[in-house]
């Protein structure tokens, strides 16, 4: 049911209607007393999601109005349930007390409310409703001049980057950064699907410049680096966005960092599924590379880890800086177990600090402050004074550093364990403020006081169950069971009747009253000089935010280190050499995610080694299904991410040539969102290989072909073959079941064949997974049918057709007769483009105007005739 405007409406449903159009097709967290109450369409979809009873207030347009509500106290947790379904909900707070409301419009006013945030999956801040190990990015892009604008921050720690790419680039770029909400200009035909619009003129540069200069405080963005138009543009309606949903308030935003060019090892979005880096595809962080490596102790570590898998380095110095460190590390077990234990019991800073600066902060954030920038000094102390330190390490130290005036501040400031709410008080430490101490012990006294005036009512009256309690009605007040209330009902008593329960009589008493209100003056004293305290406390912080930003990222960086050293010590992985040159040279290399799988179960994984180089740059793999070729594909092109991200390997030697891209096509499945086939995903990944590789470019590629009929298979493969070797030139491994490929070894002078070893034993089929020169003796596409439970009446069918096939292709030559003579593909290019170039010099040398009818007739003819006679 659509809402609106009704004449009819209570002021309470024209308030909430005037809040639900401002909320731009949010939910509606609107807020009464204790609750945060949905209506209409909200509460059904939120009742849904949340399994909670719907129910209903009163009437509007004549229909009853559905409703549903949450506690206000626990609203976080049925947030991370409406942000997880992919709501976004908009929370309208009272923004006035009823006493405020009574003084402004009379006893009958309405509590003035307005919406005070915009809860989105991209701008979460709250440590409930974040994932510890992983990064929370909010992307804006945009395109200019035929350029597309990206900026992208993680507001829970405040990092912002801004880049620049061609539009065919738009979607790898995104695939690395893999943004949870992703906001576009409003009419613009190339954005991505499920993206927030926003108003276009958000979007403009100049906007965009004046907007960082003023988070930033700056006159000129010169010193952050240089930024393109498109850059900007980005920016701009990036930070618009974090301004309308913090309704003014915007959060932790560091100083852009640039990234002109191409800085990291590219992967389109298919090849990072293709490859499960973060996660699998089944969709959780189980079973992808990411898990399989991730020895880190801090989430702040581990989102550092899953930002260097998703964008390996491209330069032999900053690679090579990263494993000296690792390297230090893994040889030092002592310092490497002594260093994990201190940062284990790291605090998340940086995430504290966002919270902190985004007005979301509490008195915990402070102590998590305060306690990680103590531990992150010590740490510095500690590893400074080890010898031979590797030189990102010494770059890292000095962050560790100078803050020993905060840290000297809060510690004096705040109790050892502050609480998670500063309503209530009790965070500042003693001694800190005398005057606080003053207002505590006055409030301390009165609470003394009516401990010694109880024990004193309950002597004078003789009553023994006599009590003084408090609650937030009545707030302090003497009770007494009811068979006794009669004796303290009489005028010179001196108690005064409050109220009367089924069992038990409430009193109360001048004294009493008295002690009460010392108790109220001192405690409301207390809690508004400890909120100011907060202030200071917290301007504090925010004035060190990036240096305090700069302590995060380097302890973040130092735990990774010391992850990837663990990880390697553990499975005694190795240093791989980084060269310019374009080789891979794997020795003994493995799956990390299937060796760890294997090793649960008690199995081994079979090594292999991969060698190419200039000379013999393609791998051309058969042999049977499940015998390990695609493993082998995938397992060097995780080696490649993990040498670039700056990690050891899984294998016993390793020489990698940088790669610039990397591409996977194996195991397409369908897209039946866009409309498209398993074959037709196959061919457009293909496609993109095809028209981006290069010779500093590493492709793995798997059945290619196999979605469609044998001999249109075949062909694709082989023209595939051809141009990836002539044309591409990458480093490649190609796996197929087309034997008849192996004839390009012939033609193509840096392909070699290769084959994963099986054996069939007594009848039955044994997959040695070893891969081993030479092309594949037999598919054993029939003993893995079998080994997959096929009935035994179909297997032997499929035999008796099998051997008739084969009787066929020898008889006939098989599939690939004929193709012995087929030119290479780069000769079958050039003598096509050199039929359609004649052709087209023909037309170009005619004098339209002077052919007459006939004339134009006849030159058609000749030049059909000319075609079909010259048609390869």
């Known amino acids: 049911m659509a809402v609106g405007k009704s004449s009819g409406a209570t002021p309470m449903m024209q308030q909430y209607l005037a809040l639900k159009r401002e909320a731009e097709g949010c939910l509606l967290f609107y807020r009464m007393g204790d609750f945060f109450e949905l209506f209409f369409d909200d509460a059904r979809e939120a009742s849904a999601i949340l399994d909670i009873a719907l129910t209903s207030r009163g009437e509007h347009d004549g229909a009853p109005v559905a409703m549903c509500g949450v506690p206000a ?93 061609a539009p065919e680039a738009m979607s790898a770029a995104l695939a690395r950064l893999d943004p949870s909400e992703l906001v576009v200009p409003e009419g613009w035909d190339g954005a991505p699907d499920n993206a927030i619009q926003r108003p276009r003129q958000d979007f403009a540069s100049d906007a965009g410049e004046q907007r960082l200069k003023a988070v930033h405080g700056v006159a000129t963005l010169d010193g952050f680096g240089t930024f393109t138009r498109a850059m900007l543009s980005a920016a701009g309606g990036l930070v618009g966005y974090l301004d309308h949903v913090g309704r003014g308030n915007l959060p932790l935003l560091l100083p852009p960092v640039a990234h002109v060019g191409e800085a990291a090892l590219v992967m389109d979005e298919a090849t990072r599924a293709s490859l499960e880096i973060l996660q699998s595809q089944q969709g959780g962080r189980t079973g992808s590379l990411l898990a399989a490596i991730d020895r880190c102790v801090t989430g702040a570590g581990a989102r550092q880890l899953a930002e260097d898998l998703a964008a390996p380095l491209l330069g032999c110095e900053a690679i090579n800086a990263r494993l000296l460190m690792v390297h230090w590390l893994h040889d030092d077990p002592l310092l490497r177990a002594d260093l994990r234990e201190v940062m284990r019991a790291l605090p998340d800073i940086g995430r504290a600090l966002g919270r902190v600066v985004a007005g979301r902060g509490s008195p915990r954030d402070l102590g998590q402050i305060r306690d990680g920038l103590a531990e992150a000094r010590r740490i510095g102390d500690f590893l400074s004074g080890k010898p031979d330190r590797p030189s990102l390490l010494d770059r890292l130290l000095p962050a560790l550093g100078g803050h020993g005036a905060l840290v000297d501040l809060l510690q004096r400031a705040l109790v050892a364990s502050p609480p998670t709410e500063r309503s209530q008080g009790g965070f500042i430490a003693e001694s800190f403020d005398a005057a606080l101490d003053e207002l505590r012990a006055i409030s301390g006294n009165a609470r003394r006081a009516i401990a010694a005036l109880e024990n004193r009512y309950r002597t004078d009256t003789g009553i023994a169950a006599l009590k003084i309690r408090h609650n937030g009605v009545l707030g302090y007040f003497i009770e007494v069971p009811a068979r006794h209330g009669d004796a303290l009902m009489s005028s010179d008593s001196g ?217 249109d298979g075949l062909a694709l493969a082989w023209a595939v073959v051809e141009a990836v070797h002539g044309t591409n030139r990458s480093r490649c491994l190609f796996a197929t079941h087309y034997h008849e490929l192996s004839r390009l070894a012939d033609s193509c002078e840096a392909l070699s064949l290769h084959h994963v070893c099986a054996r069939e034993w007594k009848g039955e089929l044994v997959l040695l997974h ?38 066929g292709r020898a008889e006939t030559g098989g599939l690939a007769a004929g193709l012995g003579d087929l030119p290479l593909f780069a000769a079958a290019s050039y003598s096509q483009a050199e039929l359609r170039d004649t052709l087209r010099e023909r037309l170009e040398a005619l004098d339209v105007d002077a052919l007459s009818p006939l004339d134009a007739l006849q030159l058609i003819y000749e030049l059909k005739r000319d075609a079909a006679a010259t048609e390869p």
């Open 73 to 165: 106290h626990a609203a976080e947790g049925y947030l991370a349930r409406l942000i997880k379904a992919g709501c976004r909900v908009a929370i309208a707070e009272q923004v006035e007390t009823p006493e405020e409301a009574k003084r402004r419009g009379g006893s009958k006013a309405l509590v003035a409310r307005s919406i005070v945030r915009f809860v989105t999956s991209g701008t979460l801040t709250e440590e409930a409703l974040l994932e510890p190990r992983r990064a929370n990015i909010l992307a804006a892009i945009c395109e200019v001049r035929g350029r597309i604008g990206i900026a992208a921050c993680d507001i829970s720690t405040g990092r912002m980057e801004l880049e620049e790419c």
């Open 770 to 807: 070893e891969l081993a020169e030479g092309p594949a003796d037999r598919s054993y596409g029939l003993a893995v049918a079998k080994l997959a439970g096929l009935p035994k009446d179909v297997v032997a069918r499929a035999k008796s057709v099998l051997d008739r096939l084969e009787k």
């Open 495 to 711: 108690f005064t009747h409050r109220q009367t329960m089924a069992g038990a009589v409430r009193f109360n008493s001048l004294q009493l009253h008295e002690e009460a209100g010392r108790i109220t003056e001192a405690g409301g004293h207390a809690l508004a000089a400890e909120d100011a305290h907060f202030e200071e406390l917290t301007a504090h912080v925010v004035e060190a935010r990036s240096a305090i930003a700069q302590t995060a990222a380097a302890l973040a960086r130092i735990d990774v280190a010391a992850s990837q050293a663990e990880r390697a010590a553990e499975g005694g992985w190795c240093r791989p050499e980084i060269v310019e040159e374009p080789v891979l040279a794997i020795t003994s290399g493995r799956h990390p995610v299937v060796e760890t799988a294997l090793a649960a179960s008690g199995a081994r994984f079979v090594d292999n080694d991969c060698q190419l180089s200039p000379d013999d740059r393609l791998w051309l793999i058969g042999g049977p299904n499940m015998g390990g070729k695609s493993t082998f594909l995938r397992q060097n092109a995780l080696i490649v991410i993990l040498a670039q991200s700056g990690g050891y390997v899984p294998a016993a030697s390793a020489t990698i040539g940088l790669v610039d891209k990397l591409f996977s096509r194996v195991g397409a499945s369908d897209n039946l969102a866009r409309g498209r086939s398993t074959f037709m995903v196959e061919m457009v990944e293909t496609a993109a290989i095809l028209a981006q590789a290069g010779e500093r470019s590493f492709v793995i590629l798997d059945e290619v072909g196999r979605g469609t009929s044998t001999y």
